[in-house]
């Protein structure tokens, strides 16, 4: 592991970047993580780098949309394994989802991985994994529409930190409501999801565990408003005119 000093500006994103390079070394990154990995860097130094008031108001959206969801399930990937796995479990535990490994770049050794790492971090059931209970998700050709039939499959809420556009389509042509986490405003993902969090997944997740545990003593017509007031597509311009305020900012004094 690298040693960063305590005094270096960019510490905290550093270590981040640390996680997932561990990640892949221990395989359960895909070389495409990086990548998404960096790309989410530069859209988070555009952002500020902290949570903003948009992403706050989407956790809270996303936390009572969990909360009203009938089967909730949580998809993880190689990235979202290496960044939170105990913020996941904790969360499926907190608001009762199912956890099902899906990974985009299909690679069966590196499920295994990701599962392992998911029971080290007190994962009891996960689902993705017996192959008799696996069936396709349809509008995608590839390998990538392999789900669980008694976990994503059988849905009605999806939780899809850092997924792809693709198949975010293909959750809502199914007719799941999808709640992503996506570093950008712009993405496919982002701009199909019915909740999208503009927001490290890394800073994020415990503050969905904190709002989940919060709204979870709100009757079922609370949380109904919770959802039913919030705009998706308003909050998302949101984040794209912060990022446009804190570019101006920089350019002034420039
Ligand atoms: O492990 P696999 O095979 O399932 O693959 C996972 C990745 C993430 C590689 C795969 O789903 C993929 O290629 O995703 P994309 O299409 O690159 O999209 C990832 C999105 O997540 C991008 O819009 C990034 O900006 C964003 N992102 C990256 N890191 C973070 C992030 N969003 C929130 N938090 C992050 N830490």
């Known amino acids: 592991m690298t040693l960063i000093p305590k005094s270096h500006p960019r510490r905290k994103s550093l270590l981040i970047r640390e996680k997932l390079v561990n990640g892949f070394d221990n395989g359960l990154v895909a070389k495409e993580g990086l990548l998404a990995q960096g790309r989410g860097e530069a859209f988070d130094y555009l952002l500020g780098e902290k949570t903003n008031k948009m992403a706050k108001t989407a956790i809270r959206v996303a936390a009572a949309q969990i909360l009203l969801a009938d089967f909730p399930v949580i998809s993880v990937n190689g990235n979202v394994a290496a960044l939170c796995p105990k913020e996941i479990v904790k969360l499926a535990k907190t608001v009762n989802a199912k956890i099902e490994v899906n990974l985009f770049y299909v690679n069966e050794k590196r499920k295994q991985n990701v599962i392992k790492i998911l029971r080290k971090s007190g994962a009891k059931e996960i689902l993705g994994v017996d192959k008799q209970s696996k069936t ?3 509008g995608i050709d590839s390998a990538r529409r392999i789900v669980d ?35 950008n405003p712009l993405s496919r993902t982002s701009q199909t999801a019915n909740v999208t969090i ?29 959802v039913e007031e ?15 305020n804190n570019l101006l900012r920089r350019a002034r004094f420039a």
């Open 230 to 244: 919030f705009d998706n597509k308003k909050n998302i311009a949101k984040s794209i005119i912060e990022i446009r």
């Open 198 to 226: 503009v927001d490290n997944v890394i800073r994020s997740m415990d503050l969905l565990i904190d709002a989940s545990k919060k709204l979870s003593k709100r009757n079922q017509m609370e949380l109904k408003k919770i």
């Open 136 to 138: 396709t998700l349809s």
């Open 149 to 183: 039939k008694n976990g994503i499959f059988a849905a009605d809420v999806v939780l899809i930190p850092l997924e792809d556009g693709d198949r975010t389509l293909a959750l809502r042509k199914a007719g799941k409501i999808v709640i992503t986490f996506d570093l």
